[in-house]
């Protein structure tokens, strides 16, 4: 599902953004913070034949689901919103140093604690050993489909997959490169386990 | 955008909505004074004091952030904006006062640029400029404290048309999506230009035409839309039943609206008159330039049918876009039928 | 956010947490290490979340487990309040 970021935005641009991105994408889901914009949105999801839910976070957090298909009605009721916030970086399977199978526990720890926050990270970068939760056996991956399913991006480092021989095994979220990686840590406030 | 520009924040479709703010207004004491001839308890935006026999005092104010990012031609809309209401009661300027509000940190030379649209319509309007006061705010704000006159019997009340009327009304619809279109760059140079020759032009010449007829009611046509500022005139008392074909619209609005550029204030206004308003035909387009908030829009006058071919003749050969519109009808159903 | 029950057993060190998740990973049983709730106690700590179907196929095993189980308890979710109450086995 698209995701689009429309906090602070005035009609019509919440709308125009919709609509554009309806031009590319089946399904979409929209933040908008006034309920007039859900109105809107609504009113033009309707106007195209298109079905749409509204979900309300708070009083000045509204999610609009646009777009066919049973996958809007199944996620609306989340509470949980990815923001632009802060990113998550995730570079090994496990969590501090010391002991590696307290690590690896503390690390599974975070990353379910991490799915049940209210406010979630735009983003959760793995690099290195980190690419081992997005890929196929990780025990993690209900916690990162959760957070995907929120509106967070999974985004794994390519070069690491291909080196521990995982490309083809990737579970969950894109394949990322450094620049992506760089640029996202360089934009947000960083949190690490 | 420049940094000559202003931000563009919606005109009167900044508005509060009308449920919202009647709720408050019902709230407040209202003043029994003799001498007050028309106060907010009428729903209207100008106060209107009996001073003599034959003279009363009209008193108005409006002003809003701006809906286009030129600040000349933002001084010229809101001043053109806030005169209207004293027209619409039927009255004469006699003198405004400028209300502004401006960022600390911002060039003083834009600020001069509203002012000069300002005055150059207040001039047109033949009233005079006697000053004003001025804040500091976050966001650029500008219109007028209007003073003018009318002879206390022939006040155009908003809200006292009669069972069987014809509605007129001046200007055509749309500026709200046209020009919130416009500030997104999802309509044309071309619309938006006659747009804002609409926004700046007085209601004057429209209100001086208008009292060589009878007028039974009068509003002018701002934030609440079309369907807002009607439903107001009807009062709870009369129904309303509009031809949408005669409704005259502004080029670039009905594809805008198609296209959904559809602004907050339209569907605050949208949501004030749910259960009021009924199309017997399948336009949301339409509809939407229908709840459309206008900043500077036209008039509109309930008249008897008896006149209503020379008012039209007069208001054409004066050089003032009219149009008749509809009816008022005994109380139906709904308040407002529209047509196609 | 979405109703949730389920089944949470607590324990008294995280040595017995970490042997715990090993012993019912052996026996297949569908669980999941997790950080204890702030609910149960303000302290760090592991516990096992057990789907509420999982709860007839782990109570046997409990007899031949190898760590020490401490407290159960039965967590519910709802209107996005977390009630913990206890559970006696």
């Known amino acids: 599902m698209f995701k689009i970021d429309a906090m602070g935005d005035v009609c019509p641009l919440p709308v125009i953004k919709a609509r554009k991105a309806l031009k590319e994408h089946a399904q979409i889901f929209i933040t908008v913070d006034n309920e007039i914009s859900t109105q809107n949105l609504s009113k033009m999801a309707t106007q195209l034949g298109l079905p749409v839910e509204v979900g309300k976070e708070s009083a000045t957090s509204y999610r609009v689901y646009i777009g066919a298909g049973d996958k809007a009605v199944e996620v609306a009721p989340s509470a949980r919103v990815a923001t632009d916030d802060y990113v998550v970086v995730i570079n090994a399977q496990t969590m501090g140093v010391g002991d590696d199978q307290l690590g690896y526990a503390l690390l599974k720890g975070f990353t379910y604690s991490l799915a049940e926050q209210d406010t979630l990270p735009s983003h959760v970068l793995l690099y290195n050993g980190g690419v081992h939760l997005s890929v196929e056996g990780s025990e993690v991956l209900d916690d990162l489909n959760a957070l995907v399913t929120a509106g967070v991006e999974i985004l794994s480092c390519g070069a690491c997959l291909d080196f521990y021989g995982l490309t083809e095994k990737l579970a969950v979220g894109e394949v990322t490169n450094m620049y992506r990686i760089v640029e996202l840590m360089s934009q947000h406030h960083v949190v690490r386990p | 955008m420049s940094k000559k520009d202003l931000i563009i924040c919606g005109g009167c479709n900044a508005k509060i909505g009308p449920g919202n703010l009647s709720k408050l207004l019902n709230n407040l004491p209202k003043q029994q004074n003799e001498q007050l001839l028309v106060g907010f308890d009428s729903s209207d935006d100008a106060a209107v004091v009996q001073l003599s026999e034959d003279l009363a005092l009209v008193q108005t104010l409006d002003f809003f952030p701006a809906m286009v990012s030129d600040p000349y031609l933002f001084g010229k809309i809101a001043a053109a904006n806030a005169l209207s209401d004293v027209y619409a009661m039927g009255g004469e300027v006699i003198s405004a006062l400028n209300i502004v509000c401006f960022p600390e940190q911002d060039d003083l030379a834009i600020l001069g640029e509203i002012l000069r649209g300002g005055a150059e319509k207040v001039a047109e309007a033949g009233a005079i400029l006697a000053g004003g006061h001025s804040i500091h705010d976050a966001q650029a704000k500008y219109g007028l404290s209007v003073t003018g006159k009318v002879h206390p019997k022939r006040i155009w009340q908003n809200n006292a048309p009669q069972n069987g009327d014809c509605l007129v009304l001046t200007k055509a619809l749309g500026v709200g999506i046209v020009t919130t279109g416009y500030s997104v760059g999802e309509i044309g140079e071309e619309a938006f230009t006659k747009a804002v020759a609409s926004m700046e032009m007085l209601n004057k010449t429209a209100a001086e035409v208008a009292k060589t007829f009878t007028v039974h009611s009068c509003t002018d046509v701002t934030g609440f839309g079309l369907l807002g500022h009607l439903s107001e005139m009807l009062n709870g008392k009369l129904s309303a039943e509009l031809n949408v074909k005669n409704i005259p619209v502004l080029p670039g609005a009905y594809d805008g609206a198609k296209e959904f550029l559809i602004t907050a204030g339209g569907q605050r206004n949208r949501n004030h008159l749910a259960g009021k308003v009924t199309f017997t035909f399948d336009d949301f387009a339409f509809e939407e330039l229908m709840f459309d908030p206008q900043t500077s829009g036209g008039l509109l006058f309930s008249v008897p049918e008896a006149e209503l071919e020379a008012f039209l003749a007069d208001l054409e050969k004066n050089a003032v876009t009219a149009s008749f519109i509809g009816r008022i009808t005994g109380k139906q159903a709904f308040e407002i039928i529209v047509n196609d | ?89």
């Not at chain 3, 089944?7 to 947490?17: D, K, N, R, W």
């Not at chain 3, 019912?24 to 509420?52: D, E, N, Q, W, Y």
């Not at chain 3, 095993?61 to 020490?68: D, G, V």
Request: charge should be positive.
């Open chain 3, 1 to 89: 956010m979405i109703n949730e029950s389920y089944y949470l057993i607590a324990f008294a060190s995280t040595h017995a947490a970490l042997r715990a998740e090993a012993f019912f990973k052996a026996h297949r049983i569908t669980m999941k290490l997790i950080p204890l709730p702030a609910v149960i106690s303000a302290g760090c700590g592991f516990a096992i979340k057990l789907a509420i179907g999982e709860v007839q196929a782990a109570l046997p095993l409990l007899k031949h487990a190898t760590f020490e189980a401490a407290q159960f308890y039965q967590i519910k979710k709802e209107k996005g309040e977390t009630i913990a109450d206890s559970w006696v086995i």
